[in-house]
């Protein structure tokens, strides 16, 4: 009887040991941050991601980030079409993605690491593609208990055919090759108006002029394919980029004419797209879903830039500041030259 007990408290001892060493993976929430990033954390460790956006079939750009977890942290990613693999022996289609691993590095902040994926499209489909990844190996278990699953970084990327370029050929020749990675960033669509209004981030220059587009695809579910993309309307225009809050990072105003009461992706045109870079992006998309009494039947659609400036230069405020002052100097020492003279 009491190596019964005794063996019944070693159990309860190992348990109790087994529930303080293996962590219990709290919930991951995805957060889009104010400069463009994804952000997947789940209160411990986190990941954060930089803009991917559209891209052009043969495009090669890179997919970095940092992160807190450990140096030499193994993540698989994959970068698919979910609609573009073959459903016969014989395959004749080209490639509905890639996938593989990445060694997380060293980086020069301590505590925060980084890692960049390559992402070479040269023979992909033209399709819609999404972004997911998982934790495979880590010298710290917590770290590939929290991202054991797959997880989703992008669910709208698109890669259009090389026909595309010429929807971007006026930004190539209005805007030199800067070398600049220009990215747009969603963060709310407003359905209570006439017009739906899509609002967000972005590090193009205040006053930039945006255009925009509706792809709904004519083939989907698991049979079909979208590749290559068609049905896409547009472009509309209306949309601009005005002052934000922080520095570097400016807001976007578009008001969308939708007349789609289920939904539909919608595509922002990057107006200073010129692929000087690897990671230059023709465009960013994002899926609209209005509810059932929202729906946009408004054909006139303009946008309401709020006030975010002063009324005067910043230059000129500060040069009739100093004028007043200079002014008010002058009339205090006649006022006691008058005085003394008395």
Same mark, same amino acid.
């Given at each position: 009887m009491?190596?019964?007990?005794?063996?019944n408290?070693l159990?309860?001892?190992?348990?109790t040991?087994?529930l303080?060493?293996?962590?219990?993976s709290?919930?991951l929430?995805?957060?889009?941050?104010?400069?463009?990033?994804?952000?997947?954390?789940?209160?411990?460790?986190?990941?954060?991601?930089?803009?991917?956006?559209?891209?052009?079939?043969?495009?090669?750009?890179f997919?970095n980030?940092?992160?807190n977890?450990?140096?030499?942290?193994?993540?698989y990613?994959?970068?698919?079409?979910?609609s573009?693999g +073959?459903?016969?022996?014989? +395959?004749?289609?080209?490639?509905?993605?890639?996938?593989?691993d990445v060694?997380?590095?060293?980086?020069?902040?301590p505590?925060?690491?980084?890692f960049?994926?390559? &992402?070479?499209?040269?023979d992909f489909?033209?399709?819609w593609?999404v972004f997911?990844?998982?934790v495979?190996?880590?010298?710290n278990?917590?770290?590939?208990?929290?991202?054991?699953?797959?997880?989703l970084?992008?669910?709208?990327l698109?890669l259009f055919?090389?026909?595309w370029? /010429? &929807?971007t050929q006026?930004?190539?020749m209005?805007?030199p090759?800067t070398?600049?990675?220009?990215?747009?960033?969603?963060s709310?669509?407003?359905?209570s108006?006439? +017009?739906?209004?899509l609002?967000?981030?972005?590090?193009?220059p205040v006053?930039?002029?945006?255009?925009?587009?509706?792809?709904?695809p004519?083939e989907f579910g698991a049979?079909?394919?979208?590749?290559? &993309?068609?049905?896409? !309307?547009g472009p509309?225009?209306?949309?601009i980029?005005?002052?934000?809050?922080?520095?570097?990072?400016?807001?976007?105003?578009?008001?969308i004419?939708?007349y789609?009461?289920?939904?539909?992706?919608?595509?922002v045109?990057?107006?200073?797209?010129?692929?000087s870079?690897?990671?230059?992006?023709?465009?960013? /998309?994002?899926?609209?879903?209005?509810?059932?009494?929202a729906?946009n039947v408004?054909?006139n659609c303009?946008v309401?830039i709020?006030?975010?400036?002063?009324?005067?230069?910043?230059?000129?405020?500060?040069?009739c500041?100093?004028?007043?002052?200079?002014l008010? &100097? +002058?009339?205090?020492?006649?006022?006691k030259?008058k !005085?003394q /003279?008395?």
């Amino acid at each position: 009887m009491r190596l019964l007990k005794r063996f019944n408290l070693l159990i309860a001892a190992v348990l109790t040991l087994a529930l303080l060493i293996v962590p219990v993976s709290a919930e991951l929430k995805t957060t889009q941050t104010d400069d463009g990033k994804t952000l997947i954390s789940n209160g411990t460790y986190w990941i954060s991601w930089d803009p991917i956006g559209d891209h052009i079939v043969g495009d090669q750009f890179f997919i970095n980030g940092t992160t807190n977890l450990s140096a030499e942290t193994d993540m698989y990613y994959s970068f698919l079409a979910p609609s573009g693999g +073959c459903r016969t022996k014989i +395959c004749t289609r080209k490639s509905p993605g890639t996938d593989g691993d990445v060694i997380i590095k060293p980086g020069t902040t301590p505590s925060i690491n980084t890692f960049s994926i390559s &992402i070479n499209t040269t023979d992909f489909q033209s399709n819609w593609y999404v972004f997911l990844f998982q934790v495979v190996s880590s010298d710290n278990p917590a770290e590939v208990v929290a991202f054991h699953q797959e997880s989703l970084v992008d669910t709208t990327l698109l890669l259009f055919s090389e026909d595309w370029l /010429s &929807i971007t050929q006026q930004s190539r020749m209005t805007h030199p090759d800067t070398g600049i990675f220009y990215w747009m960033s969603f963060s709310n669509v407003n359905y209570s108006g006439p +017009c739906y209004q899509l609002s967000g981030t972005t590090n193009l220059p205040v006053g930039e002029t945006l255009s925009y587009s509706f792809f709904s695809p004519v083939e989907f579910g698991a049979g079909n394919n979208v590749d290559p &993309i068609r049905n896409v !309307q547009g472009p509309y225009y209306g949309g601009i980029v005005i002052p934000g809050e922080k520095l570097g990072i400016n807001q976007f105003i578009i008001p969308i004419n939708s007349y789609s009461p289920n939904g539909t992706t919608v595509i922002v045109w990057n107006p200073r797209y010129n692929n000087s870079v690897h990671s230059d992006t023709i465009s960013s /998309s994002t899926d609209i879903h209005p509810t059932p009494n929202a729906r946009n039947v408004s054909t006139n659609c303009s946008v309401t830039i709020p006030v975010t400036t002063p009324s005067l230069p910043l230059s000129l405020m500060g040069t009739c500041g100093a004028l007043f002052v200079f002014l008010c &100097i +002058c009339l205090l020492t006649q006022r006691k030259e008058k !005085q003394q /003279s008395k």
